[in-house]
């Protein structure tokens, strides 16, 4: 019978040494649950002090978008796949409200409804954050328009002239030239030190790359960002591009320069937002 020989140095050293490793911490976690889920949304219970447009986390690490805060439950739009995503598992409130990349290391950017890059250029360099919905300035605070947008077509700049800081809504049929009219745009500001944003909502991927195509043929991208919410995106990417486009708008805005955002087009945020306004229970008007 072999003798076991017990050393008692030898335990307390690898007993030192398992404790040089050791950091204890202490967190604290507000954790909900699933109780419902489909269609791109879930039913969270759970999470009371939950606020509206703050961001949540599922077990798998897709992100959600708190939207309508009911007594009982929260309606989240699930900001990803939703295949992993099962009644039941956790749901982890982060206390941070939905914001966006802004600053000009978006220039000549091509970007989601997130602000995640998806041109192939790698992260985002120089760039802040901004809320992406802030309360709007009042009437008083506003200037008035009084100096006028190039638009670059004679038409339009001498018969009816559009000011900065003025919206205007382009109508038509079908392939009457809307788009034509808004990058013309953007390619007339060219030295003229205004940013632009181009929202594309809806549209083919292919549409959105010859898009991307004329603004670089044109030295465009140098002062212009593109947001994509393709028409194969979910709804909810569809209904967030205009507020991430003018989030980043409002920071050039805010810093003493001018910026042209363009929606191409907001019928197509419409329809988004009354998908996701029924599949909420919410009334689909605005």
């Not at 985002?124 to 954050?129: D, K, P, S, Y």
């Not at 991927?205 to 010859?210: C, D, I, N, R, Y």
């Not at 805005?253 to 907001?266: F, G, P, R, T």
Request: some cysteine.
């Amino acid at each position: 019978m072999t003798d076991l020989n017990i050393n008692s140095g030898d335990i307390a050293a690898a007993i030192r040494k398992n404790l040089e490793g050791f950091d204890p911490s202490i967190g604290t976690a507000t954790v909900g649950r699933i109780a419902e889920v489909g269609d791109g949304i879930a039913r969270v219970t759970g999470l009371p002090g939950c606020a509206v447009n703050e961001l949540l986390e599922f077990e798998d690490g897709t992100k959600g978008l708190a939207l309508n805060l009911d007594e009982e439950s929260i309606g989240a739009v699930v900001l990803g796949e939703v295949d992993h995503i099962n009644e039941g598992q956790a749901v982890r409130a982060t206390g941070q409200i939905l914001s966006v990349p802004c600053g000009d290391g978006l220039l000549g950017r091509v970007v989601d409804a997130l602000g995640n890059p998806v041109d192939g250029k790698g992260p985002l360099q120089n760039v802040g954050t901004r809320r992406m919905e802030i309360q709007a300035p009042g009437i008083m605070g506003r200037q008035p328009v009084h100096e006028p947008l190039q638009t670059g077509i004679k038409a339009i700049d001498s018969m009816t002239p559009i000011g900065r800081g003025q919206r205007e809504l382009i109508i038509g049929d079908r392939k009457t030239g809307k788009t034509v009219v808004a990058i013309d745009t953007i390619l007339n500001q060219k030295g003229l030190g205004v940013k632009c944003i181009y929202v594309a909502i809806g549209q083919k991927e292919s549409t959105v790359a010859q898009t991307v195509s004329t603004l670089a043929e044109h030295g465009a991208l140098d002062y212009t960002v593109v947001v994509v919410a393709g028409g194969s995106d979910p709804a909810p990417f569809k209904y967030l591009a205009p507020y991430a486009g003018c989030a980043m708008g409002q920071h050039w805005m805010e810093n003493s320069q001018h910026a042209l955002v363009v929606y191409d087009d907001l019928s197509k945020q419409a329809e988004a937002y009354r998908q996701v306004s029924l599949l909420l229970r919410r009334p689909p008007g605005r």
